[in-house]
Nanobody, 115 residues
Framework: QVQLVESGGGLVQAGGSLRLSCAAS????????MGWYRQAPGKLRELVAR???????IYADSVKGRFTISRDNPKNTVYLQMNSLKPEDTAAYYC?????????WGQGTQVTVSS
């Protein structure tokens, strides 16, 4: 059973950067596609970035060119580098497989971008 723990969130001004980490208790090598999701208050959870074991990535249009997802399988960790942050990026961020597995949801990490 894989357990995922997100960290790295915080309060940042618009235009700033944050790097999120997702540490897995078990091996993520067997999970072909890992992703970062986010959920803002009153909105549905959305997938913002995904990465395969081979390193192929796909981004939501809203973050394309600003966010970069990466994974380090030996360290069982997935990262999300977020640059040029906007107030609309404010949300709780979670990592999970793609498609997600309900049992994998962690507590998430809050990102708040002030204008």
């Amino acid at each position: 059973q894989v357990q995922l723990v997100e960290s790295g969130g915080g309060l940042v001004q618009a235009g700033g950067s944050l790097r999120l980490s997702c540490a897995a208790s078990g091996s993520i090598f067997s999970i072909n596609v890992m992703g970062w999701y986010r959920q803002a208050p009153g909105k549905l959870r959305e997938l913002v970035a995904r990465i395969t074991n081979s390193g192929s990535t796909i981004y939501a249009d809203s973050v394309k060119g600003r966010f970069t997802i990466s994974r380090d399988n030996p360290k069982n960790t997935v990262y999300l580098q977020m640059n040029s942050l906007k107030p609309e990026d404010t949300a709780a961020y979670y990592c999970n497989s793609v498609p997600y597995v309900d049992d994998y949801w962690g507590q998430g990490t809050q990102v708040t971008v002030s204008s």
